[in-house]
């Protein structure tokens, strides 16, 4: 059975109906929930997979631990660390998604091919689930909502830090990887997943696609977001004028739910517009 290395909790300031919020990976499944309570707390638990077993039976194993999951808890959210493909809502075909989805991505035909519109973006983002693991989690839960792990960020962004900063280049850490993405009269200008393990690589793609999109390094902004390569920062101020680090605990501060530093972003965020309704 999958081990959970670490289960954190924090208080809400005020009663909640009880919510909860998944994260899945190649190699973690995340839980965040809340008790519903008189003093509702927020509990997280990651939980280790191992790839070269069936996600779905590990992800059962999970499920059938009472301790994972609220009781009464019968409506989710799953955020997918997956790589997406977006489409421009007015040139969206639902019969053509998993075709042009394995077109541009390769490697994931056997998946399902999940879609969300976005309206905020006007666009369509397409990504795969193992069909198992789908199937076990709809067992488990008799409301659930999927997305790509981007959707939050992207959504929180939109809404606030952008619109301060003349539309920003944004770099989001997580999971090994380097999703850089900027906004554009609320459209994704330019969005895009990189590998990265140190400085060097993450410094590369940054740098590639600010020049890429002729962002004017005295005036623009660069927006860090999530575990970033040590040094990052200091070694990106000697290229860009304005680099910033944004943080959980600057971004929803009136929750303490900012506190879980080990919690992933993405997934703070989505329970963060859980719990607001």
């Not at 600010?210 to 660069?222: F, I, P």
């Amino acid at each position: 059975m999958p081990q959970a290395p670490f289960i954190m909790q924090a208080i809400l300031p005020q009663p909640t109906s009880p919510k909860c919020c998944l994260r899945l990976s190649e190699r973690l499944l995340s839980i965040a929930s809340t008790d519903g309570g008189d003093e509702p707390r927020i509990h997280h638990t990651a939980y280790a997979l191992n790839p070269g077993v069936d996600q779905a039976h590990q992800i059962q194993s999970v499920l059938d631990t009472p301790e994972a999951l609220p009781a009464n808890c019968s409506e989710a959210s799953l955020l997918v660390d997956s790589l997406v493909v977006l489409i421009p809502t007015d040139e969206y075909e639902a019969d053509r998604t998993s075709t042009l989805y394995d077109q541009t991505i390769t490697g994931h035909e056997q998946e399902v091919k999940m879609s969300i519109k976005i309206d905020q973006l006007s666009c369509v983002a397409v990504f795969p689930i193992d069909s198992a693991t789908q199937k076990t989690l709809e067992k488990r839960f008799s409301n659930l909502h999927i997305y790509p792990c981007d959707w939050s960020v992207w959504l929180h962004f939109l809404a606030t830090d952008q619109h301060l900063h003349r539309n920003p280049l944004y770099g989001y850490f997580h999971d090994n990887g380097l999703d850089i993405f900027r906004f554009q009269h609320d459209r994704l200008r330019f969005f895009n997943r990189f590998a990265v393990e140190q400085a060097p690589d993450a410094l590369y793609f940054l740098l590639n696609v600010w020049r890429q999109l002729g962002m004017d390094a005295e005036t623009d902004h660069l927006v860090l977001v999530g575990p970033q390569p040590a040094e990052l920062k200091e070694r990106l101020e000697r290229h860009l004028r304005h680099v910033s680090v944004s943080t959980p605990a600057i971004d929803i501060a009136e929750r303490q739910a900012a506190d879980i530093a080990d919690m992933p972003y993405d997934l703070l965020l989505m329970l963060e517009r859980q719990v607001k309704g």
